[in-house]
Structure formats: structure tokens, C-alpha cells
């Protein structure tokens, strides 16, 4: 049995296909962890979304035979998905149909649904001002073309008695019945600016006039900082189906790629038996958080806003009051990977090989690329595939493109569909990611960041050959945290730490020093490239970056083609 005089923090962290619960104490250890796999139809998720996190709540409480009187704060991360309910709370459907804004268990549109195309574009070609702070162009996986897509389908009667939440606000809704929204939300998805607040101008010009009529009640007007306490807490309903304290204190909430830089971007390293001292908030503006998985958002904080085409932000108070965030992003990189290896003829062997010699696909492939490297006395992977070019957007650029027309393209091809092809193919994946990261790193730093060091969590963080391959490409060290995977959730329990001090008398000292205290230990990997593959990597940049206006070109000029 715990001791009573132990206090846990529950971070609750809501992906695109599942709900996990973690249950953490004050020095980052996680004491339990438990999932529950999300129903999703094509492009919506279940608003049921509430009853999968209790299940994972109780089995977490119920692991760790922890008290749930010791449990003193709940934080919640989740994807950039919008929810939409009555203002009664009751969930509306926002599948296209009859039963459009309706009652109805279908009412949160995930952030990959692509149906807001032509919103998109009535938005960015408005020019406004608030364009400014998402990199010049609004996403269509953002929430406001979102929503003027549901205003465009939606019977007039049936979308003014909706209420819009980004998905980590509509969890602490859920939680504590407050409408409080978070700045985290409200900045980076809605086109909130903290200065100013809404923009009555550009809702108006867009079309979006019944929310302006409305002052704004429906997308919220009392906002917080990540972690400030919401409404009183847990309700006694939401308590009951958690199996927690009713008034146990809810942070307010964050995107989960944030939660994922909250749980990283503090953490100390060791090295040669010793740990590297605590640093000041200040430190944070130089390192850049990358969460990697299925897709990469690239993070980096400044005590200034820091304006980057292509790059969305500044977001001021998205994490740290007072503080601006941008936010670079790759579309496809986990998926990239996945995407080469399971395509190519050679897969099945591979698979083979890896079976039998009870091995993942990854080491196999590695053991191939060095078996190459070594017959063909090259120095390193960078020379054995010296004269291939990748350039990965088969998923259109998020950053710093901000293009949703790239594509993939791939030269140096063989007639060769053998194993070793395929480790070679596999090697130049690899190598885009890295380039395409220098290539967000390097545009983030000429707009006035100074970034210095990369901090990676996500599925990826344990691929050895791509943290190698990233620490010699953008010349800087790679921290790594103890477990790829918690960094996310373990993010979102330090807000339910933050949210148990009242009125804290400086609110980011206070979350920087949760952070520090509860970042677990993290390894680095620093650039270790000889001078020939320096010298490579740098053509092969150069390379890259020429593509990008190659391609550009000729889509022009066959563009101009098929227009005529």
C-alpha cells in the first residue's frame, strides 16, 4: 500500500486511436499505466471518448493500489480535434446528412479530416491579420474552417445552439462542467490572439457572424495558461465514473503535442556518472522539442514573438504566460518509414529474417546497411547511398513549405529489388527526415531563435540509426528521455501537479520547476561525423533545398498547362 504521505498526479493523454492514463509521483515516476483503444469511424471519433478514459483511470487506481484521496491533480492532453455539444453539454452530430446538428454520439471531427479544403482557402485568401500568427496560411485541420464548414451544412437553427471545443478543452468540460477554455487551444487551432482576443472583423468576414452576435460564448471567452486549476474540480458525476476525489483539481489542458514538449524539453542528462546541473527557464527558448511518431511536430519557446513563414505561431501563452511558442511540423515521418519498408518487394524477406533470428525489421536493416558499408569500404550510410536523393513530402509540407501540393520525389533508382535495395531505401528515408529537420531548425533560427539541441520522445526516439543520423545532420546534440513513449502523458500529469498550487506567486518558475523535478534523466547522442560525411551531408542539403524549387517549377509550368 502507498504511503499517506505521498501525493499522485494522473496525466491523461487522448490520441488519435486511444486513451491512456498514467498515474505519476512528484519525481516523474510512473507508478501505472493503462490504455483503452478509441472507436473511429473514417473521420470522426467517438464523443464516448469519456467512458474509455474512466475505464483507463480505474485500471491505472486499481495497478497501483493507490488511494484515490492520494491522487491531487488530473492534467489532460489530447489531438486538436473538434468537439461539438448543445449548451447543455448533449453531443451534436457532425457527420454530413440528415442528422447534421442533430443529437447524436458522432460529434468530434478528428484533426486529419480534410472536408474544410474550400474554407480553408476562403480564410487565407481574406488576408488577414490573424493569418500572421499560423505562418501566413490557416490549416484546414485547424478548428475555424472546421466550423464554418459545419455553418456552411448545418441548418441555422441547429448550429447556433452548438458550443466548439478543441478536444483537450471539451475533456476538462467533461471533467468539471467549467466552459473554461485553454490558451493552448484557443491560440494555435482557433485564431485567438492573447492581445487582442478574438477578431470580430475577420469572424465577421468569413462569415462566422452569428458567433460575434453571440459574443463569443459558443468558442469561449474565459480562458487559462497550461495547468492553472479549472472550475472547482472534479464534479461529483465525473469523480464517480473515474473513481476519484470529487474537487480534486483539473489542469487546464494542452495539445498533446505540447504535453509531449512539457515532458521532455527540462530534462537533465547524465553523463560519465554525472548529471548535468538544473538551468533557468531561460534555457528552454534553446531547445527545440521534437514528438515523433506517426508525424513530427517540431517545438521551440521564445520570450519574444518569432514571426516564421511557413511555420505556425507565434502562439503568446500557449504553455508559459508571457512566453510565445512556434510550432513546425513534418506530416508523414513514422508513417514515411513504414511506408518504404512495407511497400518494397524485398519486405516479406525481411520479415523473414527478422523472425528468424528474433530480431525487429529495424536491426535487420541496419545489420544489411553495415554489411554494405563494410563490402563497399565506405565510411559511413551517408556515403553507401552518396548518389540517391530523397525528398519525403509524399504527404504534402506542413513546415516550412506550408505547401499541401508537395510530394515525394526519389532519384538514383536501379534496377535492383533486393534486400539490399531496400536497406538503402530505407537509409535515404532516414537521411530526408534529418535533412527536412535542419531545414525547419535552420529556418526557426535565420527568423531569431537560437536553438542548440533537439529533444526527441515519440515512437521514433528509439530508432539509433535516425538519432545518429539527425545529431551529425543538424550539428547539435540529441537528448533522448528515458521512455520515448511517457513523455507525452507524463506532460499532462505535470499540469495536474501545477493545477494543485493556488495562486502560485510566479506561475512559471513554478511549472519550470515541476518540470525539472519530475523530467526523468535523459541520454544523449552528439554529432560524431567525420569530415567526409560533414562535407556529404552539407551537398546533400544543398540538394534537398534545390528540389523543393525544382519541383515548385515544373509544377508551374505544367500547372499553366492545364489551366489553358
Not at 483539481?249 to 556518472?273: K, N, Q
Not at 534553446?286 to 517545438?299: D, E, N, Q
Request: hydrophobic fraction near 40%; charge should be negative.
Amino acid at each position: 500500500m502507498a504511503s499517506s504521505k505521498v501525493s499522485y498526479y494522473l496525466g491523461i493523454d487522448v490520441g488519435t486511436g486511444s486513451a491512456r492514463a498514467a498515474l505519476v509521483n512528484k519525481d516523474g515516476t510512473v507508478l501505472a499505466s493503462a490504455s483503452q483503444d478509441t472507436k473511429t469511424w473514417r473521420d470522426q471519433t467517438d464523443h464516448r471518448i469519456f467512458e474509455h478514459i474512466c475505464i483507463a483511470v480505474r485500471e491505472v487506481i486499481s495497478q497501483s493500489k493507490v488511494p484515490p484521496e492520494l491522487v491531487k491533480g488530473i492534467g489532460f492532453d489530447a489531438t486538436c480535434s473538434l468537439a461539438v455539444t448543445s449548451w447543455e453539454g448533449e453531443p451534436i452530430t457532425v457527420t454530413r446528412g440528415a442528422q447534421l446538428g442533430e443529437p447524436g454520439e458522432r460529434n468530434i471531427i478528428l484533426w486529419a479530416d480534410h472536408r474544410a479544403e474550400k474554407e480553408a482557402e476562403l480564410i487565407n485568401a481574406t488576408g488577414s491579420p490573424v493569418l500572421d500568427y499560423v505562418g501566413g496560411t490557416i490549416s484546414l485541420e485547424m478548428e475555424i474552417p472546421k466550423i464554418l464548414w459545419l455553418k456552411r451544412f448545418m441548418v441555422a437553427k441547429r448550429f447556433e445552439r452548438c458550443q466548439f471545443f478543441d478536444l483537450p478543452d471539451f475533456l476538462t468540460y467533461r471533467a468539471t462542467d467549467a466552459r473554461t477554455r485553454s490558451l493552448c487551444s484557443l491560440t494555435c487551432k482557433c485564431t485567438y490572439i492573447p492581445e487582442n482576443g478574438w477578431d470580430r472583423a475577420f469572424m465577421s468576414q468569413i462569415g462566422l457572424d452569428v458567433l460575434v452576435q453571440n459574443e463569443f460564448i459558443a468558442l469561449g471567452t474565459d480562458v487559462l495558461t497550461a495547468g492553472k486549476p479549472v472550475g472547482g474540480g472534479l464534479t461529483m458525476r465525473a469523480a464517480e465514473e473515474l473513481g476519484l476525489e470529487p474537487g480534486t483539481p483539473v489542469g487546464s489542458g494542452v495539445i498533446d503535442a505540447y504535453a509531449g514538449w512539457l515532458g521532455t524539453i527540462a530534462a537533465r542528462h547524465e553523463a560519465d556518472g554525472e548529471v548535468s546541473p538544473s538551468v533557468s527557464l531561460d534555457e528552454s527558448a534553446h531547445r527545440l522539442a521534437a514528438v515523433a511518431g506517426t508525424s513530427t511536430c517540431h517545438l521551440v519557446q521564445s520570450k519574444e514573438g518569432v514571426f516564421v513563414q511557413g511555420v505556425w505561431g507565434p502562439y503568446k501563452d500557449a504553455v508559459f504566460p508571457s512566453w510565445w511558442m512556434n510550432e513546425g511540423g513534418q506530416s508523414s515521418t513514422g508513417q514515411l518509414i513504414d511506408f518504404v519498408i512495407s511497400t518494397h518487394s524485398a519486405h516479406q524477406e525481411l520479415k523473414n529474417i527478422a523472425q528468424n533470428q528474433n530480431k525487429n525489421i529495424h536491426d535487420a536493416l541496419r545489420e544489411t546497411l553495415e554489411d554494405i558499408r563494410l563490402a563497399e569500404g565506405a565510411e559511413s550510410w551517408t556515403e553507401v547511398i552518396a548518389h540517391m536523393h530523397f525528398y519525403p513530402d509524399l504527404h504534402g509540407n506542413r513546415s516550412p513549405i506550408a505547401d499541401s501540393r508537395m510530394r515525394g520525389s526519389i532519384v538514383g533508382l536501379t534496377l535492383d529489388s533486393s534486400l539490399h535495395d531496400l536497406a538503402r531505401k530505407y537509409a535515404l528515408a532516414l537521411e530526408a527526415i534529418a535533412l527536412q529537420t535542419r531545414h525547419i531548425i535552420d529556418k526557426l533560427n535565420a527568423a531569431g531563435h537560437s536553438i542548440r539541441a533537439l529533444y526527441l520522445s515519440g515512437s521514433q526516439a528509439q530508432n539509433v540509426a535516425l538519432m545518429r543520423l539527425l545529431a551529425n545532420t543538424c550539428n547539435m546534440p540529441v537528448v533522448l528521455p528515458r521512455s520515448h513513449s511517457a513523455s507525452v502523458v507524463l506532460g499532462a500529469a505535470m499540469l495536474g501537479r501545477f493545477a494543485t498550487i493556488r495562486d502560485p506567486a510566479d506561475p512559471a518558475t513554478a511549472l519550470w520547476d515541476i518540470m525539472q523535478e519530475m523530467t526523468p534523466l535523459a541520454k544523449v547522442v552528439h554529432p560524431v561525423a567525420g569530415d567526409k560525411e560533414k562535407r556529404l551531408l552539407e551537398v546533400k542539403y544543398r540538394i534537398f533545398l534545390e528540389s523543393i524549387n525544382l519541383q515548385k517549377r515544373w509544377r508551374d509550368e505544367i500547372d499553366a498547362v492545364l489551366v489553358n
